[in-house]
Nanobody
């Protein structure tokens, strides 16, 4: 069993930055993918970014490319989402998730492939 705990959310202004963290505890598989998803009010949850266990593979939602950076520190069992130049449309609850298995570019965006989820952290961006 794996537990994921997110932190770092908050209320900011347009153009500001935030760094989200997700700490994983419990038994980790030999290979896995970590992802960030978000859900805005009244909308379905959507993919934001993913990173392979090694950190060598990353993938982003088009609208966050160049603004968000996903990274991980395996020694700390932590994955990060650095969010720069935030916009009001980034307002959402952000979730960390873990998919047990190898990196597959065709499936990292699909939330149904993820096995464990955190409780979420709220990000609010005002204009």
């Amino acid at each position: 069993q794996v537990q994921l705990v997110e932190s770092g959310g908050g209320s900011v202004q347009t153009g500001d930055s935030l760094r989200l963290s997700c700490v994983a505890s419990g038994r980790a598989p030999s290979t896995y993918v970590m992802g960030w998803f978000r859900q805005a009010p009244g909308k379905e949850r959507e993919f934001v970014a993913a990173i392979s266990w090694s950190g060598g593979m990353v993938y982003y939602k088009d609208s966050v490319k160049g603004r968000f950076t996903i990274s991980k520190d395996n020694a700390k069992n932590t994955v990060y989402l650095q969010m720069n130049n935030l916009k009001p449309e980034d307002t959402a609850v952000y979730y960390c998730a873990q998919e047990n298995g190898s990196w597959r570019i065709n499936t990292v965006r699909d939330e149904s492939n993820y096995d464990y989820w955190g409780q979420g952290t709220q990000v609010t961006v005002s204009s």
